[in-house]
């Protein structure tokens, strides 16, 4: 294999595929991407197995050939390369040189053979969303999922399309987050959990512009992201997701609307008091138009009152300070209304429209204190 | 105690002390920061034993008083709190309140009884300098010491003062680092050891401004530093310095002339082919106005060119990439002179006026190879 690219064409492609080398592997061979120069032009490609992404390389064949280079060491001399035209040449025993200027480094490479190639997806009948869309849904979703691998389930967020309607739903067991898109084109029904890992490291590679589209394809056992120059795959979650429109209710007691920055803050402050597991709760009192916020652990209790506009009964309810603040970081909305139903019932953050739920359990307080 | 002031104000002062108190230590008091308030003013005192400082806070005192409070959590208050007026006022048994606009913290503290305070240092014939020039100074010199608490001379740098002229030197027996500046005054001859744990603190509280200024005052066992609305104290470290003049030597056999920048991303290029632990040299080969650097691992080899204008023999020798790449990523010129004697002679990298030298000794390596 003779190509030539430029440096920074290399770069941006080697760090999308990066994002799918496994940190620890029992399988060498994973720890490499491969580079294949053929007549569809020159590829790189990399899959630990449940993520492989494909992404192009503009650039000059010189000779065609394929070959699987350690990718931590191939990235970091890629980056370090200065900003020019970059030679890569294999040889028969797939020693690998990269030329650039007067720098000529010779690395040992390994025949792309024993590498797992990527699952085909057939491509029909995509749904196509913004790259910006898409991006910003993981954002706003992807905090709640569960990292505790023995739920499988919960590692993956639902997408569940109906009609043309989008909802993308994570939950941990504690809270539930729930975003809805509204899209151009009518889709088949179809339920799909994709791995919160995978939807991690492709919103890291989206561009996130308004005007790029991601066109998704599946089938039962795989989805396939095709966007930019770039393919991901990536292996569905099996199972039967968590029911959970019979989680949502509509009733509520309480409904308070309040300036979202300043709750935000205010909670931030009060989380200052709560030591790594420390499951201290923060206690909210809602009464006469006032929302006041108190906290009392080992180091030091803090009360901060923040205005609002309340709706129905007073409350004292408690909450582990980091699942509001982790719904508040992601609603762009200036104020939000909580509704509330007792100090043992979930919590709601939503809008009026439901593109947004966020379903928070309250932590038991000892309410006479 | 009953004070106010601006968050800012307050935050930055705090900032400042920090830098003194201990991340580990056996006298839990430590982990606090004092805050006295008397005729004086406000004032922050923080101190680990070896490194002391206070600062003052501008703001108002409406009740005289002292109280020593665990910095972090201090700290970390203050950093979160609204940017406005924040008071503090502490009752009888030390419990503090720090309200900012609706928040209100109590958290406990204690006396100030038990706090180790600042040794005193008479302030008299102070070494002054510009904060801009005892910031670069310390960065330029501060790498090569040495972290082996064994030795504990090496874990300092010397500051030789004669006449109108500073000397500050580091070394960790591998290399040496040699600053000179030439001072307005004529100054008392006097050799002192600062802990380089306390130069690098230093460095990060100094404005580093050109027309800002620290007088530096000394005792047999301490320095003090003196700058803005801070006092920094630290404890001298014991014992004769190296005497580092007669490893010091003019005579060479080969100058080689070449561009900083490309020396260094070209040793920064080669370093990716060393693993942490790996002790692989680059071997340098000077020979026909040429500059070649070669370098051999188990990740891969690489081979680059740089150009030069060379004088004297040729030469091949090996060094340590990181001890060249520290010393020329601190020289500000555009190009650097290195004197070679022969592959075991330590080399020099120093300018005409000799305002800096630093010399490294290189790493033997097989010639004949």
Chains 1, 2 share one sequence.
Do not use: W
């Not at 190639?117 to 869309?133: A, C, D, G, I, M």
């Not at 309810?317 to 699942?323: C, E, H, R, T, Y």
């Amino acid at each position: 294999m003779k190509i030539r690219c430029q440096k920074s064409d290399l770069l941006n492609s080697v760090n999308i595929v990066l994002k799918a080398v496994p940190t620890k592997t029992t399988m060498p061979i994973l720890e490499c991407l491969i580079i294949e120069a053929n007549n569809y032009g020159i590829k790189l490609i990399a899959n630990d197995m449940e993520l492989g992404i494909e992404t192009m390389v503009k650039g000059t064949i010189m000779e065609e050939g394929i070959v699987a280079l350690n990718a931590k060491v191939f990235s970091e001399i890629v980056r370090r390369l200065p900003e020019n035209e970059v030679y890569i040449s294999v040889d028969e025993n797939y020693t690998t040189e990269i030329i650039c200027e007067k720098a000529k480094f010779a690395i040992s490479g390994r025949s792309g053979d024993e590498f797992p190639s990527l699952q085909e997806v057939e491509r029909e009948n995509p749904l196509t969303l913004s790259q910006f869309t898409l991006k910003e849904v993981i954002r706003q979703t992807v905090f709640s999922i569960s990292d505790n691998e023995s739920n499988k389930i919960m590692t993956g967020e639902l997408f569940d399309i109906k009609n043309n309607e989008l909802r993308v739903i994570s939950l941990d067991g504690h809270r539930i987050s729930i975003r809805k898109i509204i899209m151009k084109e009518e889709y088949e029904e179809r339920k799909v959990i994709i791995p919160g890992k995978t939807l991690n490291e492709i919103s890291k590679i989206l561009s996130g512009e308004v005007d790029s589209f991601v066109n998704i394809f599946f089938t039962d056992k795989h989805a396939l992201f095709e966007f930019d120059d770039t393919l991901v795959v990536t292996r569905l979650i099996d199972g039967e997701y968590y029911r959970i429109d019979q989680m949502l209710s509509s009733d509520y007691e309480t409904k308070v609307t309040i300036n979202k920055k300043e709750l935000l803050s205010c909670i931030e402050r009060a989380s200052l008091l709560i030591r790594e597991n420390d499951k201290k709760p923060i206690i909210i009192r809602v009464s006469d138009n006032n929302f006041e916020l108190n906290i009392n652990t080992s180091l030091g209790s803090m009360k901060e009152d923040v205005d609002i506009v309340m709706e129905g009964k007073d409350i004292v309810i408690g909450f582990n300070p980091k699942f509001l603040m982790d719904a508040l970081r992601v609603i762009d909305d200036e104020t939000v209304d909580i509704y509330l139903i007792n100090p043992k019932a979930p919590c709601f953050i939503r809008n009026k429209e439901q593109s947004y739920i966020y379903l928070i359990l309250p932590v038991n307080i000892n309410v006479g204190a």
